[in-house]
């Protein structure tokens, strides 16, 4: 199977990252549309515009599948993006929402959902999760901690302060949803943060076993073909591609 | 005159309002690029091309003048919009040396320049003050001040952390160029930070200080008229302008 891997920017790395340790596909294609990245700020008009452009780029490649890796896209966009693709698309949010439901055994057990302004404002988590009747269910928007992954700020002073800002007046959760790419490379500090009573939702993962439900891999590709594009600066992509996924 | 005020995003209302102070222009036509801010981690070839699809929205109205409230663009793309304009363009770089220049003597008293990666990257205003004979320059890339400015957090202890995270290791300057629009609403806590003896250099006030240089102003205009364009989310555009320029 040939999938292509879409994201808002870099963050998707990280999900790209989980579908090479499960070796599940033969080439991999990612976009990145790093010209105008972020979209957690943007409204859903324009999210759904870059959406469908990207869909046109992958119009390109003879592709399978495509995997939206960035949760504002697959929050706002997913429906439109699958309207004008000639393949199936699917989001990181429905695989979340499965991965949580699968991690957590009491429907009224608390889950808090973290992302961008957009994705926590679409509540598509809570809908996705409402309808699986979970019950204790809170949203915050967490926009600082996507810059301070992007400055490489994964612990230390100014992250905890950002921590203490955000989550001060929250009950520690029994899961937590990574809802933002970029928020994995943070796993160990909120792990820490929360304790291990917590359980961290990755959509990385999560996708990975949304994917493993939904087909059959007969196959494993140990050594994929790889192929990064990007709106703006491919080179800065790749480099940090080099970076995420082989050291 | 009738001014267009061009910046990537809401920020550049910090110029418009020091233009508003002083009473400048019959009329000022503002442009934020909303769904594509932030400029500041993008490439010179990006915010080249969307500097000239402002210059060609602008073309809708008969300009005397075009103001570049954006640091970074001010730094990478002021020649281009020049060519590609019928009026004048003029940046805030340029117009931030120039106040440095007035408010300091000795030519090696120390200067601190802060702003995005793009901009800082750019050497804009270390190039503009090394000609004319400054030689105590650092210049430094603060880009996590955006968000939090975004975000309203404009002290506190995320900011104090921050602040620490950036300048401990700096000495305390005599002027601190806040290259970037959005710092001036950090002004208390940054003049708190460093201390009475540092001279903060804001953009809108250098603006207004290099247009009075070059222009005659023979009238003043205390009921201009405002219009508000962005390519995202006008209303949200023109709430931020109501509550910045008239609370």
């Known amino acids: 199977m040939k999938v292509g891997v879409f994201d808002s920017g870099i963050g998707g790395l990280t999900v790209v990252k989980s579908l090479l340790e499960h070796q599940l596909f033969e080439e991999i294609i990612y976009f990145g549309d790093t010209s105008r990245v972020p979209y957690g700020t943007k409204d859903k008009n324009t999210?759904?515009?870059?959406?469908?452009?990207?869909?046109?780029?992958?119009?390109n490649f003879e592709l399978d599948l495509i995997i939206v890796a960035c949760n504002t896209v697959s929050a706002y966009a997913l429906d439109e993006m699958n309207e004008s693709a000639?393949?199936?698309?699917?989001?990181?949010?429905?695989?979340?929402?499965?991965?949580?439901?699968?991690?957590?055994?009491?429907?009224?057990?608390?889950?808090?959902?973290?992302?961008?302004?957009?994705?926590?404002?679409?509540?598509?988590?809570?809908?996705?999760?409402?309808?699986?009747?979970?019950?204790?269910?809170?949203?915050?928007?967490?926009?600082?901690?996507?810059?301070?992954?992007?400055?490489?700020?994964?612990?230390?002073?100014?992250?905890?302060?950002?921590?203490?800002?955000?989550?001060?007046?929250?009950?520690?959760?029994?899961?937590?949803i990574l809802g933002c790419t970029h928020f994995p490379l943070?796993?160990?500090?909120?792990?820490t943060y929360f304790g291990k009573e917590?359980?961290?939702?990755?959509s990385g993962d999560a996708i990975v076993e949304y994917l493993q439900n939904k087909f059959d891999f007969y196959k494993r590709f140990s050594n994929p073909k790889l192929k990064f594009f990007a709106s703006e600066n491919p080179e800065a992509l790749r480099a940090t591609a080099q970076k995420w996924l082989y050291e």
């Open 198 to 202: 917590t359980q961290l939702i990755h």
């Open 86 to 176: 000639s393949c199936s698309v699917i989001g990181v949010v429905e695989a979340g929402v499965l991965a949580t439901s699968n991690a957590i055994t009491n429907k009224d057990d608390n889950i808090l959902i973290i992302g961008t302004n957009a994705t926590i404002n679409s509540r598509a988590y809570e809908n996705g999760l409402e309808k699986l009747n979970f019950t204790n269910l809170t949203a915050k928007a967490t926009p600082l901690l996507v810059p301070l992954v992007e400055e490489e700020i994964v612990s230390g002073e100014i992250l905890n302060a950002t921590l203490k800002h955000y989550f001060d007046t929250i009950e520690k959760p029994k899961a937590l």
């Open 186 to 191: 943070l796993s160990q500090t909120l792990q």
């Open 47 to 59: 999210i759904i515009r870059y959406a469908i452009e990207a869909v046109e780029f992958f119009k």
